[in-house]
């Protein structure tokens, strides 16, 4: 479980990173691309470390995770993170307090508490709204109510406060995995052994985990087969770009990019 969360918030902050440089190339910024991009490497290598492989590492299995983690992991998991913390510090420097970028984001793309509800946002859109929701926190799965991280809300609701909370998200996921990495035993299985073939009920299901975009949802229907008979994945991008008809009313077309990119919207998630 520990392995778990820690791979889930390496690979928060991978998505994030490059979720962060795009955004820096739809606002002309092309610092702001290649300092994610370039960090982003030093989460990529310990996941690499951790799963063998570097993006699409399959990890997760039923049962536990697919290996444990290399000799001296721990020790190279936890001077890579402190020094990926650092780095996010200094995106504030040429960023987030941007005079350019705080005059194409603030006050632009505003989603009041109540519309965002209403439309049914997720994830970092949500939590910019002034939303105090994350399922880590409201439904903890796997050890995540042991582990000491806060949920980062901001009131405003416009396009600069939805770009900045996937930034803070990535700090208490640097919190995240310095507090699993010393609660963590150092010794034991790391996958329970399942029967082939397990057989489900005649019955439903539907589970959430909290996503760099949002939540991910999956609603299982079985007839007592090893097959589901239906499956509906629900994910965050999808759900939060339901927002953009209603946030673009009214708006100026140049300001399109910044308000697109800050719901945290990734094409290819949403068309599965």
Not at 54 to 76: A, K, L, Q
Not at 122 to 136: K, N, Q, Y
Request: proline share 6%.
């Amino acid at each position: 479980k520990y392995l778990r969360v820690i791979a889930s918030e390496l690979n928060r902050c991978v998505y994030t990173q490059y979720w962060l440089a795009i955004y820096g190339i739809f606002l002309g910024h092309s610092t702001m691309f290649m300092w994610p991009m370039g960090d982003r490497e030093l989460v990529i290598d310990l996941l690499e470390k951790m799963t063998g492989a570097r993006v699409t590492h399959s990890y997760f299995v039923p049962g536990g995770v697919r290996n444990d983690t290399p000799p001296n992991f721990e020790d190279v998991c936890l001077r890579q993170v402190n020094y990926f913390e650092k780095r996010l510090k200094e995106y504030a420097d040429i960023f987030y307090d941007n005079p350019i970028l705080i005059s194409r984001t603030k006050d632009t793309g505003i989603l009041s508490r109540e519309d965002a509800i209403k439309l049914g946002t997720t994830g970092s859109v949500l939590r910019a709204s002034g939303v105090d929701f994350d399922i880590r926190k409201k439904e903890p799965y796997d050890v995540y109510e042991e582990l000491d991280f806060q949920t980062n809300v901001l009131k405003e609701g416009d396009s600069y406060a939805r770009s900045k909370i996937p930034w803070l998200d990535m700090f208490e996921s640097c919190r995240i995995i310095r507090d699993a990495l010393q609660k963590m035993p150092k010794s034991g299985s790391v996958r329970i052994k399942l029967k082939p073939n397990p057989k489900g009920g005649d019955t439903e299901v539907y589970r959430r985990v909290e996503s760099g975009r949002g939540s991910l949802g999956m609603h299982i229907v079985s007839r007592g087969k090893p097959q589901p008979y239906r499956l509906k994945i629900s994910v965050g991008s999808f759900r939060n770009l339901i927002a953009m008809p209603h946030l673009l009313t009214g708006e100026m077309l140049g300001n399109m990019p910044a308000v697109y990119w800050s719901l945290n919207y990734w094409p290819v998630e949403a068309d599965r």
